[in-house]
C-alpha cells in the first residue's frame, strides 16, 4: 500500500481509544460503601515515607510507577510517580482527564483499573470471598456511575467480576448492564491465578451471559502471565519490546475454545496486544489446521481458524505499522485504536498526528481509517458519544479547540526528586534493577 489522498486530515479525525488507564483517586468508595464497610472491608488510601500506597488485606499496592508517567520528559520514566502530587491531574481527576483527552483529540475512552491490577486480580485472591465481592460492586459503581457518567459520552465504562463464582459473575454482569455497561475486564489466562481453565464448564454461564447482551470480554496484557525477564541482566527495553505480544499464548488458547462456536457475537479484545503478530499467528493456526488436525480433532464448527478469529477477536495499535500494513489477513472490522493514557506508551498529547501518519503510511482508505479510529469501537461496544454530542463536537480539531478556550497546558513537567535523579543515571536500565525498584513500591503486578 502507497500514501492516497485522503478527504479526512488530521482535525477530521474521530478517535476513539479502546485502552487507557485510570490511577483511582483517593475517597473513590466514599459514595458506595457504608461506613462499616469503609472502616473494615474497603482499600484505603496510606502514604508511608511520602508514597502513597492502598492497603488491602495486609498489602500496600504501590502501582504506579511506569503507569503514570505522561507529561513527564522520556528520560525521567522510571517507576515514579508515587504520589498524587507527582502526577498530571488528569490521571486520577475525571474532570482533568477530559481536558487531557480534549488536548489530545481523543474522544471516548476505555480505562482499566491500576492498583486492583488490570482485571481486578488484587480482589480475586482475597481471603474473605464475600467481601471482595462488595468491594467489586463498590468500585464497578463508582466506575460506572462517577468516572463514566460525569462526563455523557466521554468514557466508556467496564466492569469487573467476582471470577471465583460462576453466578455471582453473572449477576454482576447484569448488574453493570442495566447502569449501561457493555465491557467486562478478564484476565487472558485465569488459570495463572489459580482458576479453571477457560476451556472448562466454570465459564459457561459467563459467555452465555456476554452474548446475550453483547457484552466484550477485554483480555489486557499482562492480566495472565506476563513475559518472563531473560535474566537480571537484560535491559529492561528487551522486556518491554516482547509484552505485547505476550499475549499471543493466551490469544491461541482462546481461539481453540469450542464456546465461541455457540455464540456468533461473543468477542474477545486482545488489549494492547497488538496486530503487528496477528498474521504469521493465523497462518500457523491454518498450516497446525491443515496438518494436525486429523490426530487432534481441532473442531472450529467446520470454519477455518483465520474465520473465526475475525468473527471473535479484537485488535488494538498504537503504533502498528505492520499490523495496518497486513490489515486484510487481519480483518479491517477487528482492528481499533489506542491511547494508552497515562502509561509510558502513550503518545500524548500528539497521538492524532502520530496516528495518522502510520494510517497515511500504510495507504488506509477514508473508509477504513474510520473503522479502525472509531467505527469499530462504536459497533463492538455499542456506545455511540457521535450521536449523542454530535459529530461537530467529536473530531480532533473541535476538542483542541475546547481544550485551548480551557487553557489546557500540555508541557512537560519534571518530577523533580527521584525522577530527575533517573535522568542523570549512566548505562542501561536492567530488567534485575526494575524489579528492585518495584519490589521496593511494595507494587502488584498483573
Request: aromatic share 10%; hydrophobic share 35%; proline share 6%.
Amino acid at each position: 500500500s502507497t500514501p492516497q489522498e485522503h478527504t479526512v486530515n488530521v482535525e477530521d479525525l474521530i478517535l476513539i481509544s479502546v485502552d487507557d488507564h485510570v490511577v483511582e483517586p483517593p475517597g473513590m468508595f466514599d459514595n458506595h460503601m457504608t461506613q462499616a464497610e469503609l472502616d473494615t472491608i474497603a482499600p484505603r488510601l496510606i502514604e508511608e515515607n511520602g508514597t502513597n500506597f492502598w492497603l488491602y488485606e495486609g498489602h500496600k499496592i504501590g502501582n504506579m510507577g511506569l503507569n503514570a508517567v505522561v507529561g513527564r520528559p522520556k528520560e525521567e520514566y522510571g517507576m515514579e510517580p508515587l504520589r498524587y502530587e507527582d502526577m498530571r491531574d488528569g490521571v486520577y481527576s475525571i474532570d482533568a482527564r477530559i481536558g487531557d483527552m480534549d488536548a489530545n483529540g481523543i474522544l471516548s475512552s476505555i480505562c482499566f483499573p491500576t492498583f486492583p491490577t488490570f482485571a481486578g486480580n488484587l480482589f480475586h485472591q482475597s481471603k474473605d470471598k464475600q467481601a471482595a465481592k462488595r468491594v467489586i460492586e463498590a468500585y464497578n459503581d463508582w466506575h460506572i456511575d462517577e468516572w463514566a457518567a460525569a462526563h455523557p459520552g466521554r468514557i466508556i465504562p467496564m466492569a469487573m467480576l467476582p471470577i471465583w463464582d460462576s453466578d455471582l459473575m453473572v449477576a454482576e454482569v447484569k448488574r453493570a448492564v442495566a447502569k449501561g455497561c457493555r465491557a467486562i475486564t478478564f484476565p487472558d489466562n485465569p488459570t495463572f491465578h489459580g482458576f479453571p481453565g477457560i476451556h472448562t464448564p466454570h465459564w459457561d454461564k459467563l459467555w452465555e451471559v456476554c452474548a446475550e447482551n453483547d457484552v466484550v470480554i477485554n483480555c489486557h496484557i499482562g492480566t495472565g502471565a506476563a513475559p518472563p525477564h531473560s535474566s537480571p541482566e537484560t535491559p529492561i527495553d528487551a522486556w518491554i519490546a516482547a509484552f505485547p505480544m505476550s499475549i499471543a499464548n493466551s490469544a491461541a488458547d482462546w481461539l481453540y475454545g469450542e464456546f465461541l462456536l455457540k455464540y456468533d457475537n461473543l468477542r474477545i479484545s486482545l488489549t494492547e496486544g497488538g496486530v503487528g503478530w496477528v498474521p504469521y499467528f493465523l497462518e500457523r493456526a491454518e498450516f497446525t489446521f491443515d496438518h494436525h488436525g486429523a490426530w487432534t480433532k481441532s473442531n472450529f464448527g467446520g470454519k477455518r481458524p483465520r474465520e473465526v478469529f475475525q468473527e471473535h477477536f479484537l485488535t488494538c495499535f498504537i503504533e502498528d505499522e505492520s499490523g495496518l500494513r497486513n490489515r486484510d489477513l487481519v480483518g479491517i472490522d477487528n482492528i481499533l485504536f489506542e491511547c494508552d493514557y497515562p502509561h509510558s506508551d502513550s503518545t500524548w498529547p500528539v497521538t492524532p498526528e502520530n496516528t495518522f501518519r502510520q494510517l497515511e503510511n500504510v495507504g488506509l482508505s477514508d473508509e477504513e481509517i474510520n473503522k479502525v479510529t472509531h467505527l469499530n469501537a462504536i459497533k463492538y461496544f455499542n456506545f455511540d458519544p457521535i450521536a449523542l454530542l454530535g459529530r461537530e463536537n467529536c473530531t480532533v480539531g473541535a476538542l483542541r479547540e475546547k481544550a485551548k478556550q480551557a487553557g489546557v497546558d500540555t508541557r512537560e513537567k519534571s518530577g523533580g526528586g527521584k525522577s530527575a535523579k533517573v535522568s542523570d543515571r549512566s548505562g542501561r536500565m536492567t530488567s534485575g534493577e526494575v524489579q528492585k525498584l518495584f519490589a521496593g513500591e511494595g507494587a502488584a503486578a498483573d
